[in-house]
C-alpha cells in the first residue's frame, strides 16, 4: 500500500459488533493506524460521525438497523460539503445481485466487496480504490483469494449415500462456503467424511435459517464447536477471551455463511423438491428458490445437550478439523407450513 494511506482516516459501518471489529483488524494489519479507524454499529450513528470528522474512506454493510447502507451512500452524497460528499465509499455485503450492483452504483459507491472475503480480498479491493483508477471496483470470483475442498483423505461418498440421503453437490455447496467463512476468520479447516447424528458433538452450538415460504420449506444451519477452537479464535482475531463475545463472533460467522451459501442454493430448487417434496408446489412452479436469511442463535451447550433442530426433514453432518479440536456442520432440510 501507499505510504499515504498509513494516515488514513476510515469509517467503519456494520450492524455487527464482531464484524465491525474484524474488519478494523484487518485495516490495521494492512499497516493503517488503530486509532485512525472508528467503529459505527448502525446507518444513523455513522451518518452522524461523517458531519463530525472527515474520512478518507467509509465502508458499510448494506443491511444496517436505523438507515442501512444504501441511504447511509445517498446521504453522504447529497452533503454539499466536498470534504463529506467525495469520501471513498466502500459497501461490504453477502449480497451480491446485480440489483444491489445497480443501486449502489448508481448513489455514488466507488466498490462492493462481497462477503465471505478473505483479508487478501479487502486489501486488493483498497489498493485498486487508491491507484488512480476511478472506475468502480468489484473483484471478480477469479481474482479472489480462494480456498478450493480439500476433503481429508479419509473422507469418502458412495454413490448409495447419495441416493439415500442427500446429493453430493449440495452437501459441496455448504462445506465450500464453511470453508471460505472460516478462512476469513483466518482459520483452515479440512472437511471428513459425512457422519450420524450420534457423532456430532460441541460445546457451543449456532443456528440459523435459510427459508422459502412459497416453496414450504427452509435449511436449518447448525455449527457446533469445540470451546478450546471457538475462544482460540477469539484470542486470535481480538485478544483476551470474553466469553459473550465468543458467541457473537460463531454467530456472525455462521450468518457469513449463510449469506455466502444463499446464492448457490437459488437454482437448487429441484434437488430440494426432490428431497422435500410439497403437495401444494410442483418444481414447475417454482424455477428459483427465494430463500430469506434469519438472525443466527447461539448458546453454551449444557452437559449432553446435543443443540441440533427438532423435526422432520433430512439432515447431513460434517466433521471439520481445526487446529484445536472439530467443528461439526449440521445442515436440516425441513418442511414448513406455507
Known amino acids: 500500500m501507499e505510504n499515504s494511506i498509513q494516515d488514513w482516516k476510515v469509517l467503519v459501518a456494520d450492524n455487527s459488533a464482531v464484524m465491525g471489529r474484524l474488519i478494523k483488524n484487518y485495516l490495521v494489519d494492512m499497516g493503517l493506524k488503530g486509532e485512525n479507524i472508528t467503529l459505527a454499529g448502525d446507518g444513523n450513528q455513522a451518518a452522524m460521525m461523517t458531519d463530525l470528522m472527515s474520512f478518507d474512506l467509509v465502508t458499510a454493510g448494506r443491511h444496517m438497523r436505523s438507515k442501512d447502507g444504501l441511504e447511509l451512500l445517498k446521504g453522504i452524497r447529497a452533503n454539499p460539503d466536498d470534504s463529506v460528499n467525495k469520501v471513498k465509499f466502500l ?17 455514488g459507491a466507488n466498490g462492493l466487496l462481497n462477503k465471505p472475503f478473505h483479508p487478501q480480498d479487502l486489501s486488493e479491493t483498497i489498493s485498486r480504490l487508491t491507484n488512480g483508477n476511478s472506475g468502480f471496483v468489484c473483484l471478480k470470483d477469479s481474482e479472489r483469494c480462494s480456498q478450493k475442498i480439500e476433503y481429508l483423505k479419509e473422507a469418502s461418498f458412495s454413490a448409495e449415500e447419495s441416493v439415500k440421503g ?13 470453508v471460505e467463512g472460516l ?19 460441541g460445546d457451543l452450538a449456532s443456528s440459523i435459517d435459510l427459508t422459502d415460504p412459497k416453496f414450504g420449506m427452509k435449511f436449518v444451519l447448525t455449527l457446533l464447536f469445540p470451546k478450546k477452537g471457538a475462544c482460540t479464535i477469539y484470542e486470535t482475531l481480538f485478544g483476551e477471551v ?24 437459488t437454482g437448487m430448487a429441484k434437488t430440494c423438491h426432490d428431497l422435500i417434496p410439497s403437495d401444494s408446489v410442483s418444481v414447475e412452479d417454482v424455477s428459483e428458490l427465494e430463500l430469506q436469511l434469519g438472525f443466527p442463535e447461539s448458546k453454551w451447550l449444557a452437559e449432553d445437550e446435543l443443540g441440533l433442530p427438532e423435526g422432520e426433514g433430512v439432515r447431513f453432518s460434517v466433521p471439520f478439523q481445526l487446529d484445536e479440536g472439530q467443528l461439526y456442520l449440521s445442515v436440516a432440510l425441513q418442511p414448513i407450513e406455507s
Open 91 to 107: 459497501v461490504i455485503s453477502a449480497d451480491g445481485s446485480p440489483q444491489l450492483v445497480a443501486d449502489i452504483l448508481s448513489a
Open 166 to 178: 442427500v446429493p453430493q453437490e449440495l452437501i459441496d455447496v455448504f462445506v465450500q462456503s464453511t
Open 183 to 201: 478462512g476469513q476468520y483466518m482459520v483452515q479447516a479440512q472437511p471428513g467424511s459425512r457422519c450420524d447424528d450420534a457423532k456430532v458433538k
Open 242 to 265: 470474553d466469553m459473550e463475545m465468543v458467541c457473537g463472533i460463531v454467530g456472525e460467522l455462521n450468518n457469513i455463511i449463510g449469506g455466502a451459501v444463499k446464492p448457490y442454493l
